[in-house]
């Protein structure tokens, strides 16, 4: 049994890198490039939409189905329509957030498509049926503007992949030791891809950028699991998951606001922004930072459970502190 998991999980890994090796061969004939303005963290030519792997790790799990013996598959049937459900709209919203990193689109037909997957993951986690319509409402608003914050975060070597990697493997342990939610490789396939975007982007100088299409893939597939897991636990708790991310988002649109700029508007005010730009500290650093954090707050809500809420509270309070810090170079930012 082992032995057929490591043989898996190291196929669908050489899957996913001769995957990404092809998309980039791709990407230098049609000119799938980033190049750096005055608002970049970096200053070179790099490949954009590396995180198409996030999209290719969802085939291979679906794939994967394909081969579950038919004597089993009345015991995954279930799994099977929400997966290709959560399938659809990753696709969807993929697909268009690859358009946009080739070409520019417009804001409201971004919001529309992304409120259609958002619409086909309700339908396929039966939230429909389960919540008011306040409550569904509330969780539209929730869900994109988690999307739209991982977006925005996605601007520095590693950060993605590496934030990403810390919230999967505290979902797997709640998944593993604490409750089920959902079948393990489900976290597992999306754990390989973010191993593998890595491998291409947690340099000094990296090989690719996740692009719109990667930062949205990853974080839809993030906030799947969070929605099974609140759903089946019945507490909002677990939203606190992605608690460093949402400080730094929030924070900076108020800020933004305050200033009287466009908050869809290119910009270096992030605090992970000012620790690069501005303080000098590396990418690579500031991206373990980053998952370092939201690590130990994940770890602080798993271990003290009685009181997990309470702990998510106090940890959203001495991040928003934190948060402050910027204002000590912020001055010298136009």
């Not at 914050?149 to 919230?167: C, E, P, Q």
């Not at 290119?266 to 730009?277: D, K």
């Not at 998952?291 to 309070?317: E, K, N, T």
Request: with cysteine.
């Amino acid at each position: 049994m082992i032995i057929n998991l490591i043989i898996k999980y190291l196929l669908t890994t050489i899957i996913l890198v001769a995957g990404m090796i092809f998309y980039f061969k791709l990407a230098g004939k049609y000119n799938i490039i980033d190049k750096p303005n005055e608002r970049s963290s970096h200053n070179y030519i790099t490949i954009r939409g590396g995180g198409i792997v996030f999209w290719l790790a969802a085939f291979l799990y679906i794939f994967s189905y394909a081969l579950t013996p038919l004597s089993l598959w009345r015991g995954v049937g279930g799994e099977v329509a929400f997966t290709l459900l959560f399938f659809a709209s990753l696709t969807i919203l993929s697909a268009i957030s690859l358009w946009d990193d080739i070409s520019s689109l417009p804001n409201r037909i971004r919001i529309l498509i992304h409120f259609l997957a958002i619409s086909i993951l309700f339908y396929g986690l039966g939230i429909f049926r389960i919540l008011p319509w306040w409550q569904i409402l509330l969780t539209y608003i929730f869900i994109a503007g988690v999307l739209n914050a991982y977006n925005f975060m996605d601007g520095i070597n590693g950060i993605t992949g590496l934030y990403s990697l810390a919230v999967l493997i505290a979902l797997q342990y709640v998944n593993l030791q604490i409750l089920r939610f959902t079948p393990p490789d489900f976290i597992n396939y999306a754990i390989l891809a973010c191993i593998v975007f890595l491998f291409f982007n947690f340099r000094k100088r990296a090989k690719c950028f996740a692009g719109d299409v990667g930062s949205m893939a990853i974080s839809f597939w993030i906030v799947t699991l969070l929605l099974q897991l609140i759903t089946k636990d019945r507490s909002i708790v677990w939203i606190f998951f992605l608690s460093v991310y949402g400080v730094d988002s929030i924070f900076t649109i108020l800020h933004r606001l305050y200033l009287r700029q466009n908050i869809f508007t290119a910009h270096r005010m992030h605090f992970y922004q000012i620790m690069t730009n501005e303080w000098g500290i590396s990418h690579r650093k500031v991206s373990l930072l980053y998952a370092f954090v939201q690590l130990i707050v994940c770890g602080l809500i798993i271990y003290f459970r009685d009181y997990r809420m309470q702990i998510a509270i106090a940890v959203v309070i001495v991040l928003s502190l934190v948060y402050f810090l910027k204002f000590k170079k912020i001055a010298s930012i136009d």
